[in-house]
């Protein structure tokens, strides 16, 4: 019989095997974590980014000053605009790496009314 708080010979070290095994997955499920949460919040700054442009572009701004809103807001960021009947569309693009190994490509688009205020 087993008393309590003695251990067994062959169960020295598997404490320290568990938490060898355990340390490296909730790091992982950490960096996953914060990555998730970083491209979350780079997709939202990039759409409220093209919104902006487009708003832009439909009060007659240049192109230029309108994706300078894009890239200023989000680095990196490429933008384009296309006209769609009385619409003005702007598409951005961006890329986020997490670490060395893994890139997310992002894209967020948004329209205005061509000549409103």
Partial sequence: MRSRGRRMPDEHGSVAAELA???????LVLMLGVGALSA???????????????????RGESEGR???AV????DGA??????RGD??????TA???????VSVPLRASSC???GGL
Avoid: H, K
């Fill in 78 to 83: 490429a933008a384009a605009s296309e006209q």
């Fill in 40 to 58: 979350a919040a780079r997709q939202v700054a990039l759409q409220d980014a093209t919104a902006d442009a487009a708003r832009l572009l439909g």
């Fill in 66 to 68: 309108a994706f300078g």
């Fill in 95 to 101: 890329a986020l790496a997490i670490g060395r190994v």
């Fill in 112 to 114: 205005a009314l061509s």
């Fill in 87 to 92: 619409l003005i569309c702007v598409t951005a």
């Fill in 71 to 74: 890239s200023g807001a989000v």
């Fill in 21 to 27: 095994v355990a340390v490296p997955a909730v790091l």
